[in-house]
């Protein structure tokens, strides 16, 4: 029932998704043409990308950005992910619409709610990212601090089957756990997803990958290293869930889009706004609170790594339509099930991944033409 009614399980090989539209996109420069969250520009990419017939579109949580000191910075700028992600839904007619809530910021009962409203509001097409957080600065903003990834995910846990209890109890419930109390537990009605809404998770620690193995549909993870790396990567999570939990689970990542009609023009662009044009405030800012100490690393490495996070952070798309088909061919061929897309203009990033890579991936047996899908 839920495998019929929510994109992110249909039959094409590579899923595609867009990534945090909901804030400003992990492009961290300056470049005048970047991305702003208004309403009326995201509604306008999601809404793009729902007709193209991408799977999912997945909101960022984060309240504020890295900046200190700088309200006026636009990494602050985001959109609550579960009241845009409702709006988003009722404007759209195919994605799966993924709000993203970070676990010792909430309550069971809301996002119990929330979730379910969503599940309603779009007809079967919700899904939930629930992610432990790991920014300090965020988490300063509610007077809690981030915990160590045993206590974080043991929490995680909890909540999770207390939210199994409210989506699927239809008598009263208690609940009294380490980090959680319910008293009289109802949640009514039910979601329309049976037997709830497919769950995301993104821990990359060992217990956050367990969790996701345990309990989640989709584990986000990153993409790094060679073909044999991102092999080892995305089967940690598929044979652990195999082996150990007698369950499969999907696994996919984010990459930022550059694509031009020359390799060269690619890179001079991606050149221009993660360079020329880098955020170094926000990048700093940012690694710092990955808790990543850049005096300790070698220049060549530090620039590397600021490049990146300036870029979008996540996997390169940067080249000709051939070169990104041929990467995303080798990702699917590695197991990787789906991949969130993020660029500094989104629009025109859509513009040509409908024209040159969409018919590229059809051709190569990777996704049915929309419309077409059994
Ligand atoms: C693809 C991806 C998306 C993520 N999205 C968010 C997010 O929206 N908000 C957030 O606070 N953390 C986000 N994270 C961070 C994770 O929740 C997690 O804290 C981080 O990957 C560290 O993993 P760990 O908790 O297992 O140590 C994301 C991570 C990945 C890999």
Redesign the pocket.
Known sequence: MREKRNAIFSSNRLKLGL??HNATVPQMSRAPERYYPTWDRSLEVVRRADSMGFEAV?????YRGPVQKSPEHCSHMDLE?FTWASAIGALTKHSTIVA?V?VPLSSPAFVAKATTTIDHVTGGRAAL?L?????QI?FDMFGKTVES?EI??DRLEEFFDILHSFWTKHEEFDHSGTFYKVLGGVSVPKPLQDPFPPII?????????DFAAKSADIA???IRGTQKDWKVTIGSYKNRARDIYNRDIQV???GYVVIRDTQDEAERYLKYYSQDFADDRWVKAWIRELGENLSELRPAQRIHIEGAWAAGG?FPLVGTPDSVLEKLILLSESGLDGI?LTALEPEKMLDGWEREIMPRLEKEGMRFPFGDLP
Do not use: D, M, Q
């Not at 992610?131 to 920014?135: E, I, M």
């Not at 998770?201 to 990958?209: F, L, P, Y």
């Open positions: 990534f945090c997945v909101s960022l949580a984060s992910p993203t970070h990212n992610v432990a957080g790991a920014s965020i990834p974080r995910y998770n993104a821990g990359v620690s060992e217990r956050g990958s986000f993870t990153h996919w990542t984010h996540g969130l």
